[in-house]
């Protein structure tokens, strides 16, 4: 998994080169520090799951690949940040997170769901298919 640089007003797609990709580019987790976490998963242009997890943490461990492959899978439609809570734990904190894994489900700087603990593939491709409908029915235009 590529670690990006939080680098240019915190966002971590920002590389510093000219070549700058955008989030609806990010076919990858992308590692989160509490300093971007706004900008990144709070002023996303895409929903966002954030998977606040430990290097030490077994069942994020075994969460981590599924969400490399759906990070993969739904490229330019959903945004996959990874937090790191022994490093960054302001906004775990923030969120009242108490153990790990656990995921947000974050659209339009708003938490939709979240999931404490590891699951399986099918039961998360699950979570994440209601959350993107949930999504697009909200972004919606009221026909009233």
């Known amino acids: 998994m ?28 992308v590692h989160v520090t509490d ?49 790191n809570t022994d490093e960054n734990p302001s906004w775990a904190q923030s969120y009242g997170v108490q153990g790990i894994p656990t995921m947000l489900f974050v659209a339009k700087g708003k938490v939709v769901h979240q999931q404490v603990g590891a699951v399986p593939e099918p039961y998360l491709r699950d979570m994440v298919d209601e959350f993107l409908r949930t999504v697009e029915t909200l972004n919606k235009p009221d026909k009233n």
């Not at 998963?41 to 943490?57: G, M, R, T």
């Not at 599924?66 to 739904?74: C, N, P, R, S, V």
Request: proline share 8%; net charge negative.
């Open 35 to 83: 300093a971007a976490f706004e900008k990144a998963v709070l002023q996303s242009s895409l929903p966002a799951i954030v998977d606040f997890w430990a290097p030490w943490c077994g069942p994020c461990r075994m969460v981590a690949p599924i969400l490399d492959k759906l990070a993969k899978e739904y490229a330019g439609k959903l945004l996959v940040a990874k937090v």
């Open 2 to 29: 590529l670690e990006r640089q939080n680098q240019g007003g915190g966002c971590p797609w920002y590389h510093g080169d000219g070549k700058d990709e955008t989030v609806e580019s990010i076919s990858e987790p």
